[in-house]
């Protein structure tokens, strides 16, 4: 069972069009949900770290937001460069991995001029 | 610049070879990782390490090995390459309080 689902799989936007991109999961004690962005031939960029139910971290144009269930990224007014992969990623239930995560598998986020 | 270096960049592979993915940090991070990122599947965990001296197995451990003899050091071998194998392979670190990961640049392989 997947424990981390990102939605939608694939957004097109246009720029200054606000949108939000959507990460459920089903850990029962969350110990952090991580978001990152990887661009095309990169490996993954960390952007924000969420411990608990209403906590917001913001980035530029980019704001993290977690419920108990899932999290968002709202995307105020993109811009192109922002096109990129973004990633949810929890560390799994059973502790014995220590701190390797989960990762969603993605929504690919295009923003055309 | 502090970071992780992966090694090669990109190889094709012969099946049935052997072959060892480089990694190193300079952040003296605690963690370390190996994970190979396929279209439709997305990262999945190989391999991880939460000290110099420990490795554990992650989701998709089987026919791959690693060790973590240091700190900045944690290789990635593939003992008898399949086709299967063929994946762009990440390596990760990360401090051993949390936070988020530092990932290199990748290594992608082809077994042919």
């Known amino acids: 069972e997947d424990q981390v689902t990102q939605s939608p799989e694939a957004l097109r936007l246009q720029e200054g069009e606000s949108s939000s991109l959507n990460c459920s999961y089903t850990?029962?004690?969350?110990?952090?949900l991580f978001w990152y962005r990887q661009d095309p031939g990169k490996g993954p960029e960390f952007l924000f770290t969420l411990y608990s139910a209403g906590e917001e971290k913001e980035k530029e144009r980019l704001k993290a937001t977690l419920t108990k269930k899932e999290s968002f990224l709202h995307i105020t007014a993109p811009k192109p460069e922002d096109s990129a992969t973004y990633l949810c990623?929890?560390?799994?239930?059973?502790?014995?991995?220590?701190?390797?995560?989960?990762f969603g598998k993605g929504t690919s986020l295009l923003v055309t001029p | 610049i502090a970071g992780i270096t992966q090694a090669p960049t990109s190889q094709i592979l012969a099946a049935g070879r052997r072959m060892t993915l480089r990694c190193t940090q300079d952040?003296?991070?605690?963690?370390m990782y190996w994970y190979r990122q396929d279209l439709g599947l997305g990262l999945r965990l190989i391999h991880y390490s939460n000290t110099a001296g420990t490795t554990g197995k992650g989701e998709v451990p089987d026919g791959y090995s690693v060790s973590r003899a240091n700190t900045d050091d944690f290789p990635l071998t593939l003992a008898s390459a399949v086709p299967s194998q063929t994946s762009v392979y990440f390596c990760?670190?990360?401090?051993?309080?949390?936070?988020?990961?530092?990932f290199g640049s990748g290594t992608r392989l082809t077994v042919v």
């Open positions: 990623a929890v560390p799994p239930d059973a502790g014995g991995s220590g701190y390797a995560l989960n």
């Open positions: 850990v029962s004690g969350l110990r952090g």
């Open positions: 990760a670190s990360s401090q051993a309080a949390g936070g988020g990961y530092t």
């Open positions: 952040m003296r991070h605690n963690a």
